[in-house]
């Protein structure tokens, strides 16, 4: 019989620290409560009692806020002052003449969002506005008149909303929140089955004739996307793409010489999926991607971008994670993944760097929520929140 993992909560994580009056003797008994204070960032409280722990109050802090600029080398510098400034809501106060920040108040802040008609909206063009609210717990107040962000699905209105489109790909485009409920419920073909008679779009002899353009399975998903979907769908992949080169017994030089193609894992994945996952499952995914750039899906900052905020839900857990792309979430993610995945919200930008630097200010001003635990995705694990750092989960079912 397995281990019984034990469920912590601040009172138990609590009761546990005040056992050690070192925190590395905390770590050695009882890592457990020791990360999980890590990863919800009560680590500095808990363990106030203990040897060589500071206790920061507002002088100590300001003080040690001088030494720094940005508020993410305070945070590097001095992560016990910088989660107390946090938490006591002074981050801003701190920083706002270092940063060149506006001074918001109340009253600014209903100004400004009031310009907006969603939260998403609003995030996007005055995240500054937006990120005083949410620290001073006044979002739901200022954004009182905007619509609301998500639409609940239930199986009726998903059959009303996938008869405007004619793929599933359309579908995916037009509609993402509708087409991932569906996803992660096993619906897609139930909802799709007779559009896909009546547009009759694909057959075997058509989807072997379209293939028969390409030398690779990469070549054929990327430039015949709704014909290889269709093959994939209906298990005739193997089939279809019988004339391509394929690899059946994987080995360690194989692989690497496949990977050299590819400047990035998620075109690495797509094309030879089997090869991808030889490696992942040996270990190998590290060594046989060195030469691809590290930290990325192959984000390019000249093209069009997007920032997505998720939802994960797996093992039990649910965390939450900020990213940029080029591509679609399905895409960026792949389907496997995409079942425990739930899209809360999208903003799109005609320049990726706008996306990119979106990003980096959530990324910075939540830094104290990361997720600290083990990998859950196969790749992007260092921008996973323990919270809805952005308040704009509203889906709960």
């Known amino acids: 019989m397995g281990k019984i993992r034990k469920k912590w909560t601040l009172e138990l994580v609590q009761k546990e620290a005040l056992k050690y009056k070192r925190k590395i003797d905390f770590l050695k008994n009882c890592s457990g409560a020791y990360k999980w204070s890590k990863r919800n960032g009560v680590f500095d409280d808990i363990c106030s009692h203990m040897i060589g722990s ?23 510098g001095s992560s016990g002052a910088y989660q107390w400034a946090y938490r006591h809501n002074l981050l801003h106060e701190l920083f706002i003449d270092k940063e060149g920040n506006t001074q918001w108040n109340l009253e600014l802040v209903k100004e400004e969002a009031l310009k907006y008609n969603s939260k998403s909206e ?7 506005a937006y990120n005083w609210a949410r620290r001073n717990n006044v979002i739901d107040l200022v954004s009182s008149h ?3 962000l998500l639409t609940f699905w239930n199986l009726e209105d998903i059959k009303k909303e996938v008869i405007k489109y004619k793929t599933r790909t359309e579908f995916r485009k037009n509609n993402l929140s509708a087409y991932t ?5 096993g619906l897609l073909d139930e909802i799709f089955i007779n559009i896909e008679k009546v547009h009759n779009f694909w057959t075997y002899s058509k989807a072997k004739k379209e293939a028969l353009k390409y030398t690779s399975r990469y070549e054929f998903s990327t430039y015949s996307n709704s014909a290889y979907d269709w093959s994939r769908r209906h298990n005739y992949l193997d089939s279809i793409c019988s004339h391509m080169q394929s690899l059946t017994y994987w080995n360690l030089n194989l692989v690497k010489e496949i990977a050299l193609k590819f400047s990035t894992r998620h075109s690495f994945e797509l094309a030879y999926k089997s090869a991808y996952s030889w490696a992942h499952k040996n270990k190998e995914l590290d060594n046989v991607c060195s030469h691809m750039k590290k930290g990325t899906t192959g984000f ?3 093209k069009k971008g997007m920032v997505y905020y998720i939802r994960i ?3 039990g857990d649910t965390v939450y994670k900020i990213g940029i792309t080029n591509y679609d979430i399905e895409q960026r993610f792949g389907k496997s993944q995409m079942n425990y995945i739930t899209l809360i919200y999208s903003w799109e930008f005609e320049k990726g760097s706008d996306a990119r630097k979106l990003e980096k200010e959530i990324l910075t001003d939540y830094s104290y929520a990361k997720y600290k635990g083990p990998d859950i995705l196969r790749d992007g694990n260092t921008e996973m929140f323990v919270d809805d750092i952005l308040m704009l989960d509203k889906e709960i079912a």
Do not use: C, H, T
């Open 122 to 128: 609003f995030l996007k063009n005055a995240y500054g």
């Open 146 to 148: 905007m619509k609301e």
């Open 313 to 315: 839900d797996k093992d």
């Open 54 to 76: 500071i206790q920061w109050n507002l002088k100590s802090v300001k003080k040690e806020s001088l030494k720094y600029n940005k508020k993410s080398d305070f945070e590097k």
């Open 181 to 185: 409920w569906a996803l992660r419920r």
């Open 300 to 302: 390019n900052p000249e």
